[in-house]
């Protein structure tokens, strides 16, 4: 639907935006199984890559600037469309090496992986770090954090992703759909749980170490639960970070961590992207071109 112009407050800047990538959150919040932004109508979308078009008093870029980032979530945002409005703090420069359409991918997916191995686990050299769902589009950039920084980890796929998940600098991949990790894998200093898997996840982790989930996060019982083990419990609920994002940038443009887009479709077949992610068979991310 055609909408006004989003008005700048001071700080802001309005980003016209190149591509939005599509995530988990924004199907479920769109289907009503997460009720976050209340009763329709609304907008979805958080992640955007785009151009600085006008810039408010304070704001931190200029008209020009190339720019992508996570804005207002878990309010809404509205990334799905041709502009958007945000503090200037919550989007960052955009990677030189990086595409709109690659930058857009980034956002939720990286920050959530980020916030949660550097910021809550404090993932450093010789660290075993167990991801789940190592092929999705969180656990893809969980993977190429964790090994910058002196990891070695194992990663939990399926078997035609194998190879892939090797290729992004995964030290072991098992096929959780054949082997009960449990079995094969232990002493491990952190698990960053994508699947809520919380309880099982446990079993692996030595003492001291630390479960990151970015599902359970609000779990009491499985808190207390990991407290009473002796290990660690960080539950991670993500949040705009611009200096993250320029952390992250400072990666990609270093050769040390890319995003894999699975598809790329128009704004205006936003549905037919959301069926994609909705299917839960996508290597990456799903991004929507803005034109």
Do not use: C
């Not at 800047?13 to 289907?31: F, G, H, K, T």
């Not at 979308?45 to 996570?70: F, Q």
């Not at 549905?271 to 991310?285: F, L, M, P």
């Amino acid at each position: 639907m055609e909408v006004e112009k989003p008005e700048l407050l001071s700080g802001e800047v309005l980003v016209r935006v190149r591509a939005s990538a599509v995530n988990p959150v924004d199907v479920a919040v769109r289907s009503g199984t997460f009720r976050l932004l209340g009763e329709p109508p609304f907008g979805v979308g958080w992640d955007i890559s785009g151009v600085v078009e006008a810039a408010g008093p304070g704001a931190r870029y200029e008209i020009g600037d190339e720019v992508y980032g996570m804005p207002f979530f878990p309010r809404a945002a509205t990334g799905y469309a041709e502009y958007v409005a945000t503090p200037s703090r919550q989007v960052a420069r955009k990677p030189k090496s990086l595409s709109h359409v690659e930058a857009a991918a980034l956002p939720l997916a990286v920050l959530t992986a980020w916030q949660g191995l550097v910021d809550k686990a404090g993932v450093g050299e010789g660290d075993r770090v167990l991801i789940h769902r190592a092929a999705g589009g969180v656990g893809h950039l969980a993977v190429q954090i964790a090994k910058p920084r002196g990891a070695y980890v194992i990663a939990l796929a399926s078997a035609a992703k194998h190879d892939y998940v090797k290729s992004l600098g995964a030290d072991e991949v098992i096929d959780y759909r054949t082997t009960d990790f449990t079995a094969v894998v232990k002493d491990v200093d952190i698990v960053f749980d994508s699947v809520a898997d919380g309880a099982r996840s446990l079993r692996v982790l030595k003492p001291g170490g630390v479960l990151v989930t970015i599902l359970e996060h609000v779990n009491p019982e499985l808190e207390r639960t990991v407290k009473e083990a002796g290990r660690r419990f960080a539950g991670v609920s993500v949040e705009p970070d611009y200096w993250a994002l320029e952390q992250i940038a400072e990666l990609v443009d270093a050769g040390k961590l890319r995003p894999t887009v699975a598809e790329t479709l128009p704004l205006s077949e936003a549905g037919k992207a959301h069926e994609i992610v909705a299917s839960g068979q996508t290597v990456g991310k799903v991004v929507l071109t803005v034109e």
